[in-house]
């Protein structure tokens, strides 16, 4: 089955740049969510279709696909952004999500 | 407002089932797919079962295969997950979640419930 590999925690400070990492095989040709965890909530969706940012979510985080990598990119990270981090893609041969390790990010 | 409340979690011993619940509102159930997605302790979110918009589809996860069961009663306008034979590694939150695209199955997960907590443990 398809495997989404992403690194296990990003360190920024704040008011820096965040960008987290998502790898599998021929990503480029797939579509891209990426969803956002903090503990004792429910995710939320940040990015969807590889760079669309659902209503509500600020426009510091984007979304890309190409290459050999898809990245969702935190712009001026606040404490807030804090938390862990899933991109996820559609996996045809078995029709469901696959879900990537996740990422956490620390606001230094 | 689009909500998800999920119920039915607690403590069960190994080997026993139970049934969790998610009632859905703002909304209607059968224009959605509609999953089940859990995290254990100190791990990430696992996929774990999928019901397609119109209930003729379902699919599992390898590790529930033929111990859970997906459902849904849409004149309840509830999702449900049936868990038999509960081992120690399904201990963990499980949250129900909505495919964002009315009657497709691939899609992004846009509305989320809360989680309902689940520990197998004798």
């Known amino acids: 089955s398809y495997v989404l590999t992403q690194p296990p925690s990003v360190s920024v400070a704040p008011g820096q740049t965040a960008r987290i990492a998502c790898r599998g095989d021929n990503i480029r040709r797939k579509t891209l969510h990426w969803y956002q965890h903090k503990p004792g909530q429910a995710p939320v969706l940040v990015v969807y279709d590889d760079k669309i940012r659902p209503s509500g979510v600020p426009e510091r985080f984007s979304g890309s696909n190409s290459g050999s990598t898809a990245t969702l990119t935190i712009n001026g990270v606040e404490a807030g952004d804090e938390a862990d981090y899933y991109c996820q893609v559609w996996d045809g041969n078995r029709d469901h999500p696959v879900l990537g390790g996740g990422t956490k990010l620390t606001v230094l | 407002q689009e909500q998800l409340v999920e119920s039915g979690g607690g403590v069960v011993q190994p080997g026993r089932s139970l049934r969790l619940s998610c009632a859905a509102s703002g909304f209607t159930l059968s224009s959605h797919a509609m999953h089940w997605v859990r995290q254990a302790p100190g791990k990430g979110l696992e996929w774990v079962a999928l019901?397609?918009?119109?209930?003729?589809?379902?699919f599992y996860a390898d590790s529930v295969k033929g111990r859970f069961t997906i459902s849904r009663d849409t004149s309840k306008n509830t999702l449900f997950l049936q868990m038999n034979s509960l081992r120690a590694e399904d201990t963990a939150v499980y949250y129900c979640?909505?495919?964002?695209?009315?009657?497709?199955?691939?899609?992004?997960?846009?509305?989320w419930g809360k989680g309902t907590s689940v520990t197998v443990s004798s």
């Open positions: 979640a909505r495919g964002k695209y009315q009657l497709l199955l691939a899609a992004p997960l846009d509305v």
């Open positions: 019901v397609s918009y119109d209930g003729r589809k379902n």
